[in-house]
């Protein structure tokens, strides 16, 4: 009888027809980005930048450019594809898929932790991991190439996470900095990732007083200390002086709040994935902005104060912590983008995980048709993402879309056109974009070089 029971848990606890599921999402959902071409961004962080391209410029460069850890992947793709896009294309693929393996590791830790029913633990985890493996927002830093900066980073956070976790129960102590400060060479707003580490060491450690605590993350302090002293002789002192200029630290925070609220929209699903929203800068906040506000801050602090299981408050301070570097005081040129939203994303993937584990285990056959569902929709709409990635004529097609009264996006489109042969069409654009807003620069631009207006 305790022989029939135990098979039984395992049966609950790994499903195999979900593990048969998950590899057929994934590779559907994410075979078209391997079509992904350069766009945007692309050309000038990668193909126009030489330390992308030559070992040697980058050695050169080396202290005194940004992110020379990034540039050092655009390297290596580029020798190994000879600068074709396919080569990014497949990078960004294992990066992800990497990631994700790390989310479903930590998903069993973090619900093992919290003290999760054994049996919802691993279907828990394991859906966590498609959900934020398959989740379309994800393709920005994915499929556009040069999101690779939200996707490496994200997966060092995540091993640093995990080597902590690993240190917690007696691991070595070096490898978790080392996955941090790697992080950072990839993309600064890694520097947050310490409190995620102080949120899971009272996790695994609830019973520690702070002193015990902080003798485990002295460490990180220090070694920020030393990483702004070397930033502070490169091009990262630019780098934020624009973001100062852009808008004032206040300022920016109370724009930020219909920004979270956009990001919240689209990891819902409430909208569709746009690489270049129009949220609009306004001088002031109106009354919906601060209703959502309100909606916001009252589920994180209910989120924060719960205390039977413990990992809602955890995944709480997971999302909060890894907004604040693009959601905060420090302003950047667009208000939001969906790739800001690669790692909080692991926040909601645990949730609901937990949520349809918790479902599947009450009332199987409900709760696998709703999880099917869901990740089958999220795979068709990855798919359908994907295939934007192929052609810049697409991709601005389809933001155009969504953000039909910027001038950038109609400029954009423009020039897609106007490189795909499409004369005539991509005047109509540059004009348009110039209606919208007469002193946008390269719209006026490419359309004198074009038709000599």
């Not at 450019?65 to 074709?84: E, T, V």
């Not at 690779?148 to 997966?155: A, E, W």
């Not at 790739?339 to 993937?349: D, E, S, T």
């Not at 991709?395 to 001038?407: D, F, H, I, R, V």
Request: charged content about 15%; some cysteine; hydrophobic content about 55%.
């Amino acid at each position: 009888m305790d022989q029939q029971c135990s098979a039984d848990r395992v049966a609950v606890g790994r499903p195999r027809w979900l593990v048969g599921m998950a590899l057929l999402l994934v590779a559907l959902a994410w075979l078209p980005a391997l079509a992904a071409v350069f766009q945007f961004d692309d050309y000038r962080v990668i193909v126009g930048d030489p330390a992308a391209r030559s070992l040697t410029v980058w050695a050169d460069e080396f202290g005194t450019g940004l992110r020379p850890l990034l540039k050092l992947s655009y390297l290596l793709s580029w020798a190994l594809g000879d600068g074709a896009p396919w080569a990014f294309a497949v990078f960004n693929l294992l990066l992800h898929a990497l990631a994700s393996a790390l989310v479903w590791r930590l998903g069993e830790r973090l619900f093992a932790l919290a003290g999760v029913e054994a049996e919802q633990r691993a279907p828990a985890a394991l859906i966590a991991a498609l959900l934020f493996a398959l989740h379309p927002l994800q393709t920005e830093a994915v499929s556009y190439l040069s999101g690779r900066s939200s996707g490496l980073s994200g997966l060092l956070a995540l091993a640093a996470v995990a080597a902590y976790d690993r240190q917690l129960r007696g691991g070595a102590r070096g490898w978790a900095p080392a996955f941090w400060l790697a992080a950072m060479l990839v993309k600064e707003t890694a520097a947050v990732l310490p409190l995620a580490l102080l949120a899971w060491d009272a996790l695994a450690r609830p019973d520690d007083p702070l002193r015990q605590r902080m003798a485990r993350l002295w460490p990180y302090p220090l070694l920020l200390i030393a990483v702004v002293a070397w930033m502070a002789g490169s091009r990262y002192t630019g780098f934020f002086a624009t973001s100062l200029e852009t808008r004032a630290p206040l300022d920016n925070l109370l724009q930020q709040l219909p920004a979270l609220v956009w990001l919240l929209r689209g990891a819902l699903l409430l909208r569709a994935p746009n690489i270049d929203p129009a949220l609009p800068v306004s001088g002031g906040v109106d009354a919906g902005a601060l209703a959502a506000a309100a909606l916001l801050i009252g589920l994180l602090a209910s989120a924060l104060a719960w205390r039977r299981w413990r990992w809602p408050a955890f995944c709480a301070a997971w999302a909060l912590v890894f907004l604040l570097p693009t959601n905060s005081l420090l302003a950047r040129l667009d208000l939001a983008n969906d790739r800001q939203l690669y790692l909080p994303m692991a926040a909601l993937a645990w949730t609901l995980g937990w949520a349809l584990a918790w479902l599947i285990r009450r009332q199987p056959q409900a709760g696998r048709a709703l999880a099917a569902l869901l990740l089958a929709t999220l795979a068709t709409l990855t798919a359908l993402r994907n295939l934007d990635y192929r052609s810049e004529t697409a991709l601005w097609a389809a933001t155009l879309e969504q953000s039909p009264g910027k001038a950038r996006v109609l400029s954009n489109h423009g020039v897609a056109l106007w490189q795909s042969g499409h004369e005539a069409e991509a005047a109509s654009a540059f004009r348009t974009a110039l209606a919208l807003d007469p002193a946008y620069l390269p719209a006026r631009r490419n359309l004198r070089r074009l038709t000599g207006e």
